[in-house]
């Protein structure tokens, strides 16, 4: 009898902003209710999975991923009978839900960290990474989010400094503290008691620390963020967590691999490992914010050959594993700013070239909600505008240092965090349809023509493109499971790969420049059948002209081969 592959290998994972997605009660925030009241959405999408970000009390320092009691829901979000009707709603249609697992920090406001800056004698002290002010100034360690730069925080009661490697107000948990790691499991055996399906798991390789915290090896780790991910025992705590929780309950796991490389990877989720089943990069990030244009005339401001790499890196670093691929999540302006021409002519065929992309990937794709529909940037024009602690503690950083204030800004229209966290656009009426109240924060005024009661009129909408593809994807198990190779890989417009398994075989070619470009044909191509093509014509054989594959701005095949 063939082996079945587990549910999340062929899963499309959309995941929900909750603050954002949809406000049931008028009080501008997005909620539990909300969500529910979109499922039948959700499900026509044919995706396999919601992945919520943090639902859990938080005083929302940075919108719930500093979580004060990890076992009770956020009051704005609703109540633990609002969850558990919703985890039911999301298994009655079939869908799987995944939650947000926050264990790298705490807020300063839990419970346990509350107790433990009260006294060095207190239990809950060693809950806590801590430096002894006799000892001195703390060994340098850099912040994410600090307005001052410094992961230290002074604390006067326990003449101490407390570790914090992002907000001030999210103090990072002890790991070594074998107390710790039990609570830990304990709570995530509560949530899977209740039936949740799996976690995303947030800065997973950062829990790991020396506590004697030595200093940091600035020519192996020049930027220290990246020391942060390579504890001592960080492997022998994700084995063990393994063992603990995620075997026993058959749960499904994906680390957000903060600071990690491709070739790393397999360490994480190679299956005799027993660690995590997926591990994420920040590559996508690194590649749009990192890397100069290989062709100045492409159009195309970023390196698409690093992409490339990037992308085929990961897949090659899984080893036996699996990977994860995505463009876009709440960490990230919206992909189709970043990649693409989000408005005019392109924005379109854009949108549908970025969802061809990540829907014929090899890998779990990873669905960031508002994508479908081709929602893009807001782009704020002050700092009184934006709410998340990165923009805004960053923005104080620079001022402090005399920085170039008003350039940050600049840059943060592209890719704040701000940017992908706007509220979901339902129709045309006010406020996007997601509140009757005021939203937390502002609607892309863009809502009146992208929105999902518009697209959902039209049969060649960005929205319909989306479910065609996710279509194909369940249809074709060598675009699902197949092998992933890389053709043209020094193609500066073109991204093309071939998806081949199960006796099948697939040319994807995607053209990510505003121009025209030209591959050479794959042997056999002119003579397949398209089976996804995102302009309106059709892209037959007469796309292949002397042995070469030409295509138009952000044009997107998907070729079935004879």
């Not at 969850?83 to 839990?110: A, I, P, Q, Y």
Request: proline fraction near 6%; include cysteine.
């Amino acid at each position: 009898m063939e082996q079945q592959e587990p549910w999340w290998k062929g899963a499309v994972i959309y995941q929900i902003y909750p603050r954002s997605f949809k406000d049931s009660n008028g009080d501008g925030v997005g909620d539990l209710p909300g969500i529910l009241s979109k499922l039948d959405y959700v499900s026509s999408l044919g995706v396999d999975a919601i992945w919520l970000n943090p639902i859990f009390a938080s005083p929302n320092d940075d919108n719930g991923y500093d979580i004060s009691d990890y076992r009770k829901i956020m009051d704005e979000f609703g109540t633990m009978a609002d969850f558990e009707r919703l985890l039911d709603e999301v298994h009655r249609r079939g869908m799987k839900l995944v939650l947000d697992l926050v264990v790298n920090h705490t807020s300063d406001e839990h419970r346990w960290f509350r107790e433990a800056r009260r006294s060095r004698y207190n239990p809950y002290y060693n809950y806590y990474h801590w430096w002894p002010a006799e000892k001195g100034e703390p060994p340098m360690r850099k912040s994410y989010f600090d307005e001052e730069g410094s992961a230290w925080r002074y604390n006067e009661a326990t003449d101490s400094y407390y570790l914090h490697y992002f907000s001030r107000k999210q103090p990072d948990l002890n790991w070594e503290n074998p107390d710790v790691r039990g609570e830990v499991y304990n709570m995530m055996s509560f949530w899977f008691d209740k039936g949740i399906d799996g976690f995303r798991m947030d800065s997973i390789p950062l829990i790991a620390k020396d506590p004697a915290f030595p200093e940091i090896d600035l020519e192996r780790y020049p930027d220290v963020f990246s020391y942060y991910a390579h504890g001592p025992r960080l492997h022998e705590y994700l084995h063990e967590m393994n063992s603990e929780v995620l075997a026993p309950y058959g749960a499904m796991s994906v680390g957000e691999g903060s600071e990690i490389k491709p070739e790393e990877a397999a360490l994480f989720v190679e299956p005799e490992r027993k660690e995590l089943n997926m591990l994420y990069g920040f590559g996508p990030s690194a590649v749009r914010n990192e890397t100069e244009p290989d062709d100045g005339d492409s159009g195309i401001g970023y390196s698409l050959i690093a992409l490339k790499e990037m992308f085929t890196a990961w897949d090659e670093g899984v080893g036996d594993g699996w990977p994860a691929v995505y463009l876009g999540n709440h960490d990230q302006a919206r992909m189709l700013s970043r990649f693409c021409i989000d408005d005019g002519v392109y924005r379109d065929v854009s949108a549908k070239m970025l969802a061809t992309f990540l829907l014929t990937m090899r890998g779990t794709v990873y669905w960031f909600a508002g994508d479908e529909t081709g929602m893009r940037n807001i782009r704020f024009e002050t700092i009184g505008e934006y709410k998340d602690v990165d923009t805004l503690n960053n923005y104080k950083r620079i001022e402090n240092e005399g920085g170039d204030a008003q350039a940050y800004l600049e840059g943060q229209k592209l890719i704040a965090r701000d940017n992908a966290r706007t509220p979901f656009q339902w129709d045309a009426s006010p406020n996007a349809g997601f509140t009757d109240g005021t939203p937390w924060i502002e609607v892309n005024p863009d809502y009146k023509t992208v929105n999902v009661a518009a697209e959902e009129k039209q049969p060649g909408s960005v929205l319909n493109y989306f479910r065609r593809a996710v279509r194909l994807r369940k249809e074709c198990p060598a675009i699902c499971y197949g092998s992933y190779t890389l053709i043209e890989k020094e193609n500066p417009r073109i991204y093309a790969y071939l998806r081949e398994g199960e006796g099948e075989r697939y040319l994807i070619a995607l053209n990510f420049s505003p121009h025209d470009a030209v591959m050479q044909a794959v042997l056999g191509a002119e003579k397949g059948e398209t089976v996804l093509h995102n302009y309106d014509d059709e892209a037959g054989a007469e796309r292949f002209r002397e042995g070469c594959l030409q295509l138009r701005p952000f044009e997107a095949v998907v070729r079935k081969l004879s």
